[in-house]
């Protein structure tokens, strides 16, 4: 029998909701359980594929070619979990559904409303995930409880308990208690209210956890108990890490929440948890070897969140190769701007991530340019690809003006233009090439040594390719292609022969990193600028 958990958010938005279910989900694999994870978005467009990463963050692509919340990636990182199509529904995919069901007639000429039909296909949703090889579903709703977006889903989940049974759901809420600097104190006030909006819609909440900068004394989380109709062993604290996200699940486990669930949910799991190499990771952290420092060279550079998943597998990489990273954040039209030299000197590797749009394109290829001719270790991925071979074609190949046909229609040198199957789509959500795709490499290069076979399977999403007309040119300038689709149409990766590190790759490998298994192209990236630091010291030593 599934089992089902609940997390809900109150007070304001943003209190890592996602690391949360994240870290629950990794406490009840490690205790044996088999665990499935999925998000629950209330906002109206269908997927986040079409949306700003400035509104939204990183699209995260799945195996499956769903393009889905970033909290996904929390979920991935963390969890052995499988995600799939129904790891996330938003309120259009919903309305979607059900407004097609009525256009064929489903509801036999009933009035179709938010309860029973919304909340209905709201239920089926999250059903979808059970099956008897599967213990728990965490079900995260997205949003703030109080938002009126958000209602049909807290709706759902209250009449859940009624279908499946009281015993089988927990419902956990998440709040803030925030510490006011001229009162000197922690204040509970803002998760009573919230705790009393869900009451007011029927949900008792099961476990309370708590967001906050200052520990919580036993009174304040007695006096949240007693007002919020919460056991005192169930509020439990989630204090704000300084050091790393990876130390939330740790700091879990000391609070008691995974026993707590265990217990409450009467799941039959092992009693101790194995969270060694969780604990090594973090030991790894602590005590780095190297430091160096990398830059990230793209559009979204003062977002935090538009390159989420590129920011932690360089954190991976860096783990493993125990070094502690400082990541640059760059604009690429500041490098447009100002020069590479100015923005640029001083790091050991530069990265080049995926993107949309032409602006900031010609810094990002002067940056390619910069690390090309002074050895700097260099990484593109998706667009990063594509800028590099427009550099590669301008400056060395000697196609003045190459370009990609997404950026200039009438380029006379079109090196990337839109791939076949693309090119009689005109609607925009959800028709790129998405998703794993195997790719073939070539033996004796850096990817083939790094990932140590050469099949591999990566994830996708772009329009644009390699102009195939313009191979043999490229190949006779040094541009090695070391991996190609299997029918060797596609170009997935291009590299340098005479360069330490240049590699580039039209898929998106930071998907499918985990901090405890760096995925092997970001650790060779990461690898190659740390023994550029090494040997950068070593010649200021010798030259002293
Ligand atoms: N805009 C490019 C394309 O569609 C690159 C996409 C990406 O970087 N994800 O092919």
């Not at 059900?98 to 039909?117: A, C």
């Not at 590129?310 to 400082?326: F, K, P, T």
């Not at 499918?512 to 192209?521: F, I, Q, R, Y």
């Amino acid at each position: 029998m599934t089992k089902h958990i609940f997390v809900t958010g109150g007070v304001v938005s943003s209190l890592g909701k996602g690391l949360t279910s994240a870290s629950i989900g990794m406490l009840l694999e490690q205790r044996g359980l088999k665990v499935k994870i999925q998000k629950l978005d209330p906002y109206i467009n269908v997927d986040p594929g079409t949306m700003s990463p400035y509104q939204h963050g990183e699209v995260y692509v799945l195996d499956d070619g769903s393009e889905t919340d970033l909290d996904l990636g929390h979920y991935e990182r963390f969890t052995n979990s499988p995600l799939s199509r129904d790891s996330n529904y938003t309120t259009g995919q919903i309305y979607l559904s059900v407004i097609e069901k009525e256009r064929r007639g489903e509801f036999l000429g009933k009035t179709v409303q938010v309860i029973p039909h919304i909340t209905n296909e709201i239920k089926q949703c999250i059903k979808r995930l059970r099956d008897d090889d599967t213990d728990v579903v965490i079900t995260e709703i997205g949003g703030t409880v109080g938002d009126i977006e958000s209602q049909p889903f807290l709706e759902a989940i209250r009449q859940f308990s009624l279908d499946v049974g009281k015993e089988n759901c927990l419902y956990i809420h998440l709040t803030l208690v925030p510490y006011l600097k001229a009162a000197a104190e922690l204040k509970t006030k803002p998760t009573q209210h919230s705790v009393g909006q869900l009451r007011e819609i029927g949900i008792q909440p099961d476990i309370l956890i708590c967001r906050c900068e200052r520990t919580i004394s036993r009174e304040d989380r007695e006096k949240i108990g007693l007002f919020c109709n919460v056991p005192l062993e169930a509020v439990i604290e989630e204090k704000d890490k300084d050091f790393s996200i990876y130390e939330v699940p740790l700091s879990l486990v000391e609070h008691g929440l995974d026993e707590l669930i265990v217990r409450r949910l009467q799941l039959e799991s092992s009693s101790t948890l194995d969270l060694d190499d969780w604990r090594e990771l973090l030991h790894r952290m602590r005590n780095p070897s190297h430091e160096i420092s990398i830059a990230v060279v793209g559009k979204y550079a003062e977002h935090k969140d538009a390159y989420k998943s590129i920011y932690e597998a360089i954190d991976h990489a860096g783990i493993s190769n125990l070094a502690q990273i400082r990541i640059g954040r760059i604009q690429s039209e500041d490098v447009e701007n100002e020069g590479p030299e100015r923005l640029l000197s001083g790091y050991d590797g530069i990265l080049i991530p995926g993107g949309f749009g032409e602006r900031g394109i010609e810094g990002k290829v002067a940056a390619i340019r910069y690390a090309r001719e002074r050895n700097i270790p260099f990484f593109g991925i998706c667009l990063g690809m594509q800028c590099a071979v427009i550099e590669y074609g301008r400056n060395v190949v000697g196609l003045t003006d190459a370009h990609s046909t997404e950026f200039d229609k009438d380029s006379p040198h079109p090196v990337i233009c839109l791939l076949d199957e693309q090119k009689n789509i005109v609607e925009m959500g959800g028709t790129m090439r998405l998703g794993a795709q195997p790719a073939i490499l070539e033996s004796g290069t850096h990817c083939a040594n790094l990932y140590g076979k050469t099949e591999v399977e990566e994830r996708h999403r772009h329009r644009y390719e390699f102009n195939h007309v313009y191979r043999k040119q490229f190949a006779a300038h040094g541009m090695r292609f070391a991996g190609t689709s299997p029918d060797g149409k596609l170009v997935e990766i291009v590299e340098l022969e005479d360069h330490p590190w240049f590699v580039a790759v039209q898929y998106h490998p930071e998907f499918k990193s985990k901090p405890t298994h760096s995925h092997p192209l970001f650790q060779g990236f990461i690898e190659a600028a740390v023994s550029r630091r090494v040997k950068e010291k070593q010649n200021a030593s010798v030259s002293f």
